[in-house]
């Protein structure tokens, strides 16, 4: 059933002779098992009907996954090695890694699936999980419609929070630079990111993922340049690993699990660039889109990790690249790419909530305002996720925090309901293996959202206090600030 259809209904969209009524499962078909146009009743492949305006090819698909998951987070990775140490950073990257790649995995091959049921060329990450539920068993269909709400909405928040950390990465960056060189004109972190403002909202006026392919192969090109200046200054003069931690303490690592999470998790991006692909059947399989992008954001999340915190130990801070030298123009030159490179990225996560929003609203008004109206949203949502970043200029707070509740909520502990529902009633596996493997991620999601939250807000609280001992009574926006 699609969506506003009822029971017994029948729609006849596209119908023709060989439509197969047996797929409504209120219309009881009066065909035999041997019927002629029953045997030969073609199987509905969604990607046959996909009708994609502007395509995007393999390469262009496997950018964007790049860029979804290649944000400011992993120069946040060393700090997250911080609250785990260099051997259980390592392997802890690489199984929270493994674990992210497969819920991205579930959710598209569901999505694929439902497609099919629901005889729909392709849905979003929020479609896909009602859909789950309105085909999975008889007891959770009522509850589709309240899933796909959620979802949208929870998706929303989660990426203008996220784009929202971009800022105050962005705006960090260029402080450090422009105070290096421009001491006479110290301004906060609360000014520059006022300062994005504007090229944000004009690059957030592209609406199709196809024109932003451009912008990601540019931020491609930046990361690549600032992750080889950025490793130029950790190989040198590196310490030996026996300085640092090994294993960290156990309270320390839901801070890390969240940390990764939130660097690795692009679960928002997915559908769309899955949706929007010429060939949308290389996405997963062996190699894939989807397996080669992931592997190589673990393999660089795990060397940045690795590596930045065996050179700046418990001195690094939320971004490695604040850790670099202030006096060379190389080190300068790292934070300018970087932060180009996110503010480049910035249009493709705006991508998702928009999408979100758009789709809630587009038929409430007359097609001829749909254009200023997509202006005003798109302005607005900027706007706002500026005012949230000036708010709380605290980058590693901020990553600690949507890790925690948005990330590990949505990239996790959703596609494990949403597989578990899907196969309830079509084969949970020998001894029920699929249901266990995702009882185990739900418990995982639930550990970095309830203890990373914990961890967060106690830091947070912590950071006040001191500050507050030490320079007198002082707001809560000075704090962060500090």
Aim: aromatic share 12%; proline share 4%.
């Amino acid at each position: 059933m699609g969506h506003g259809e009822k029971k017994g209904t029948i729609i006849l969209d596209n119908f023709n002779s060989t439509t197969n009524l047996t797929s409504n499962p209120g219309f009881q078909s009066t065909l035999t098992l041997g019927s002629k146009d029953a045997i030969n009743e073609k199987a509905y492949n969604p990607f046959e009907h996909r009708k994609v305006e502007h395509p995007n090819s393999t390469i262009g698909s496997l950018a964007h996954l790049l860029k979804s998951s290649l944000g400011s987070g992993i120069l946040a990775m060393p700090a997250a090695f911080r609250n785990a140490g260099l051997a259980g950073g390592a392997f802890g990257t690489i199984v929270v890694g493994f674990i992210c790649t497969h819920c991205v995995y579930v959710l598209v091959k569901t999505s694929q699936e439902v497609c099919v049921e629901a005889k729909r060329p392709s849905m979003g990450f929020a479609e896909t999980c009602g859909a789950a539920f309105e085909f999975g068993p008889k007891r959770l269909r009522p509850w589709a419609n309240f899933v796909r709400i959620f979802i949208d909405w929870a998706l929303t928040c989660t990426y203008l929070a996220a784009l929202s950390v971009y800022i105050v990465f962005i705006a960090e960056n260029f402080k450090e630079v422009l105070d290096a060189y421009i001491p006479e004109y110290k301004l906060s972190v609360e000014t520059y990111c006022a300062l994005t403002l504007l090229p944000l909202v004009l690059i957030c006026q592209i609406r199709n993922l196809k024109w932003l392919v451009p912008f990601s192969a540019i931020a491609n090109v930046f990361l690549v340049i600032c992750f080889a200046i950025t490793m130029y200054y950790i190989f040198t003069d590196l310490p030996s690993p026996v300085e640092r931690e090994m294993v960290a303490s156990v309270s320390q690592w839901p801070l890390f699990i969240s940390t990764v999470i939130f660097a690795m998790e692009g679960i928002g991006v997915v559908m769309p660039v899955e949706n929007e692909m010429a060939k949308p059947e290389q996405f997963l399989g062996c190699p894939g889109v989807l397996n080669v992008a992931m592997t190589v954001v673990i393999g660089l999340y795990g060397i940045v990790g690795f590596f930045g915190y065996m050179k700046f130990g418990d001195e690094v801070r939320g971004s490695v690249t604040l850790n670099l030298p202030q006096d060379e123009m190389l080190a300068q030159s790292a934070k300018i790419l970087m932060a180009l490179a996110i503010l480049f990225t910035y249009s493709l996560q705006f991508y998702v909530p928009m999408e979100m929003i758009w789709r809630q609203l587009h038929h409430k008004i007359a097609v001829k305002f749909h254009n200023i109206t997509q202006i005003s949203i798109r302005t607005i949502c900027v706007i706002g996720s500026v005012a949230l970043a000036a708010a709380f200029p605290d980058l590693e707070l901020f990553i600690n925090l949507c890790g925690a509740i948005f990330l590990s909520t949505l990239g996790l502990l959703t596609p494990a309901i949403v597989d578990s529902v899907h196969k309830w009633e079509r084969g949970l596996g020998i001894f029920k293996w699929i249901l266990i493997k995702n009882i185990g991620i739900a418990l995982l999601s639930l550990v970095a959202l309830f203890a990373g939250s914990y961890s967060s807000i106690h830091a947070m609280v912590v950071k006040f206090s001191t500050v507050e001992a030490m320079n007198g009574t002082v707001s809560f926006n000075d704090t962060l600030t500090v």
